[in-house]
């Protein structure tokens, strides 16, 4: 006769009773016993492997003893085979007898959460501190680990099952230290043991052609302005006379009283002659082809990951009221699927061509004009690079300019 059989049946029912999913000692084995005990009506219906997700499935996940104690863990071998409905043949008729008592206790134990020695948490405990409010909540994450020798005996299946099916990839685990020198000071040893053999995952790669894809659906294209100029000894002198002539000529401009019809009908007009057009043309045309360019790239990065975007067709967006000088609630209604409502006009149509009507025009000739200004430029291929400077007042002059290159050259905006 075993020591095992030698045992009241009513110690192994409290054992059984204070078992627990989540025990204390999984953390520390020097922590004070203590845990918790899911009930069936904790269960959680997700798409997870968890304690709870796996109750939902009605799957049975094995408890374990809270602390090392006397014959707890002898008693636990039989419990472990009551509560699994193990094979009972390899058992003596006593034990098999206890087996079959402990399994009618095994079908009330779950009826209700139970929990041990969590009053007071030990200052051993890893703790996570969550905000809350105005305070912080403290969270000391678990393993359960009857969670683990389920895992364990799925892997050990898969690994059956690819001798013959090579179609199942091989899992790989690792190897984690716990337990210390006598693992059942923390559990019993077939449990500890799963615990100790976690599965092994690679860290997930970047994929640069998505993050860049949602950067631009909620962002939109920061288009960049080509600071460099090509070298033309003909167009050099010409372009930085042009320069010169815009800002002087709209500073006299806006000076001048006779003028002043026009500036309020928002014509920033100046001076200019053939010369001056051309190269100013030129200029102009220049940076438009670039920034048309970066449009047609973002649009096929988007359509690329098109599949992946968030389908956000409407937003309300709080919105500074000018007239009645408070904020206001404002509808933004999503104009493309390729880019998210609260991106600026401008920049939306510049990815997506059915946008551009003569609304986009005049939104994107402006944006673009405020990028041209204030920007250093200069000739390549120079020694010395000549540099020359727009000013902010050549903003909706150059506004006028861009939009009549867009109507002009309409295989720009195409």
Same mark, same amino acid.
């Given at each position: 006769?075993? #020591?095992a059989s030698?045992?009241?049946?009513?110690?192994y =029912?409290q054992?059984?009773a204070?078992s627990v999913?989540? @025990? %204390?000692?999984?953390?520390n084995?020097?922590?004070e016993k203590?845990g918790?005990?899911?009930?069936k009506?904790q269960?959680? &219906?997700l798409?997870?492997?968890?304690?709870r997700?796996l109750?939902? $499935?009605d799957?049975t996940i094995?408890?374990?003893?809270?602390?090392?104690?006397?014959k707890?863990?002898t008693?636990f071998k039989?419990?472990k085979?009551?509560?699994?409905?193990?094979n009972?043949d390899?058992f003596?008729?006593?034990?098999?007898n206890?087996?079959?008592i402990?399994k009618q &206790?095994?079908?009330?134990?779950?009826? %209700?959460?139970?929990?041990?020695?969590?009053?007071?948490?030990?200052i051993?405990?890893r703790?996570?501190? /969550?905000?809350?409010e105005?305070?912080? /909540? @403290?969270?000391?994450?678990?393993?359960?680990?009857?969670?683990?020798?389920?895992?364990?005996?799925?892997i050990e299946?898969?690994?059956?099952v690819r001798?013959?099916? $090579?179609?199942?990839?091989?899992?790989?685990t690792a190897v984690?230290g716990?337990?210390?020198s006598?693992?059942?000071?923390?559990?019993?040893p077939?449990?500890?043991?799963?615990?100790? =053999?976690?599965?092994?995952l690679t860290?997930?790669?970047a994929n $640069?052609?998505i993050?860049q894809?949602f950067?631009?659906y909620y962002k939109?294209? #920061?288009y960049?302005?080509?600071?460099?100029?090509?070298? #033309?000894?003909?167009?050099?002198?010409? /372009?930085?006379?042009?320069?010169?002539?815009?800002n002087?000529?709209?500073?006299t401009?806006?000076q001048?009283?006779? %003028?002043q019809d026009w500036? %309020?009908?928002?014509i920033?007009?100046?001076s200019?002659n053939?010369?001056?057009r051309?190269?100013?043309?030129?200029?102009l045309t220049?940076?438009?082809?670039?920034?048309l *360019?970066?449009?047609?790239?973002a649009?096929n990065?988007?359509?690329?990951?098109? &599949?992946?975007?968030p389908?956000i067709?409407k937003i309300s967006?709080?919105?500074? $009221?000018?007239?009645?000088?408070?904020?206001?609630s404002?509808?933004m209604?999503?104009l493309t699927?390729?880019?998210?409502p609260?991106v600026?006009?401008?920049?939306q149509g510049l990815i997506d061509p059915?946008?551009?009507?003569e609304?986009?025009?005049?939104a994107?000739a402006?944006?673009?004009?405020k990028s041209?200004v204030?920007?250093?430029?200069?000739?390549?291929?120079?020694s010395n690079p000549?540099?020359?400077?727009?000013?902010d007042s050549t903003i909706p002059?150059? *506004?006028?300019?861009?939009?009549?290159?867009?109507? &002009?050259?309409q295989e720009?905006a195409?």
């Amino acid at each position: 006769m075993s #020591d095992a059989s030698t045992i009241p049946i009513d110690q192994y =029912r409290q054992t059984l009773a204070e078992s627990v999913h989540f @025990s %204390n000692k999984t953390i520390n084995s020097n922590i004070e016993k203590g845990g918790i005990r899911l009930a069936k009506s904790q269960a959680l &219906d997700l798409p997870y492997i968890s304690a709870r997700t796996l109750l939902a $499935d009605d799957i049975t996940i094995p408890t374990d003893y809270q602390a090392n104690a006397g014959k707890i863990p002898t008693m636990f071998k039989i419990i472990k085979a009551a509560m699994l409905d193990e094979n009972l043949d390899g058992f003596e008729d006593d034990l098999k007898n206890i087996a079959n008592i402990l399994k009618q &206790d095994i079908v009330t134990i779950f009826d %209700n959460p139970y929990q041990s020695k969590l009053k007071h948490i030990n200052i051993r405990m890893r703790q996570l501190l /969550l905000p809350k409010e105005e305070s912080y /909540l @403290s969270i000391s994450p678990i393993s359960a680990v009857g969670v683990n020798y389920w895992l364990t005996s799925e892997i050990e299946r898969i690994k059956e099952v690819r001798q013959s099916d $090579d179609k199942f990839h091989n899992i790989t685990t690792a190897v984690f230290g716990i337990g210390g020198s006598n693992i059942q000071n923390v559990g019993s040893p077939i449990f500890i043991r799963t615990l100790q =053999r976690p599965i092994y995952l690679t860290a997930p790669t970047a994929n $640069d052609t998505i993050r860049q894809a949602f950067s631009l659906y909620y962002k939109g294209l #920061d288009y960049y302005i080509p600071n460099k100029l090509p070298k #033309d000894k003909l167009v050099q002198p010409a /372009l930085l006379a042009w320069a010169d002539l815009v800002n002087q000529g709209i500073a006299t401009t806006e000076q001048d009283l006779n %003028n002043q019809d026009w500036k %309020n009908k928002g014509i920033e007009a100046t001076s200019t002659n053939m010369d001056s057009r051309e190269v100013e043309q030129q200029f102009l045309t220049h940076i438009l082809r670039i920034v048309l *360019a970066q449009g047609r790239e973002a649009k096929n990065s988007l359509e690329q990951v098109a &599949d992946r975007l968030p389908n956000i067709t409407k937003i309300s967006n709080e919105a500074y $009221d000018e007239n009645t000088g408070e904020m206001v609630s404002k509808e933004m209604v999503a104009l493309t699927p390729l880019q998210h409502p609260s991106v600026d006009l401008a920049i939306q149509g510049l990815i997506d061509p059915k946008l551009r009507d003569e609304g986009w025009m005049t939104a994107f000739a402006e944006h673009l004009a405020k990028s041209i200004v204030r920007q250093s430029y200069e000739v390549e291929g120079q020694s010395n690079p000549v540099t020359f400077v727009l000013e902010d007042s050549t903003i909706p002059f150059l *506004a006028r300019r861009i939009r009549g290159l867009l109507y &002009d050259l309409q295989e720009l905006a195409s």
